[in-house]
């Protein structure tokens, strides 16, 4: 029996170790007022699921300390975690900085994320703008920036299949 296209390339990629790095946008956590709780969860799923978190940094909800953070973090890394700023406020900036950098987008994760959101708070879910791109030579990843969005955007969505993805960019 022969493998689906979708197998092969899972196949091929089993032994990737993949770098992450995560932004964490949130004035509060930048400023002191909170603690960052996201990025210990972001570690250690990283490495429980076998990769490497190379670097993570707290910027503020500012559009040029975003662009920055996120424009070095794809330098350095495969795969970009950026949270907070999906949702629709004023403040809420991270998608639009990072679909300045995109050259491809990957509509399923938004889409994935928000049907996921539906089916534990129902129609809150429309106010998420969850996002992921390809800038490159690296994915980009938005998610919201509470601990049980990030757990279930890396448990439920990027983890299972980020080596394929990854798989998938380094062979162009």
């Not at 197998?7 to 400023?31: G, I, M, N, P, Q």
Request: aromatic share 6%; with cysteine.
């Amino acid at each position: 029996m022969s493998l689906s296209p979708v197998e092969e390339h899972r196949k091929a990629a089993e032994s990737l170790v993949v770098r992450f790095c995560a932004v964490v946008t949130s004035d509060a956590v930048y400023e002191g007022r909170r603690r960052d709780e996201v990025t210990p969860l972001i570690a250690s799923l990283v490495t429980e699921a076998g990769h490497i978190l190379i670097n993570a940094v707290i910027v503020p909800n500012k559009h040029e300390e975003i662009r920055k953070a996120v424009t070095m973090a794809t330098k350095e890394c495969d795969v970009v975690i950026v949270t907070g700023g999906t949702g629709i406020s004023r403040k809420d900036l991270s998608v639009d900085v990072v679909k300045e950098l995109c050259v491809k987008d990957l509509p399923g994760f938004g889409e994935l994320f928000r049907y996921l959101t539906f089916t534990r708070y129902g129609t809150a879910a429309m106010a998420t703008r969850a996002f992921a791109c390809a800038t490159g030579s690296a994915l980009v990843f938005v998610t919201p920036g509470s601990k049980d969005a990030v757990n279930m955007a890396l448990n439920e969505l990027i983890l299972p299949e980020v080596k394929h993805l990854i798989y998938e960019i380094r062979k162009s």
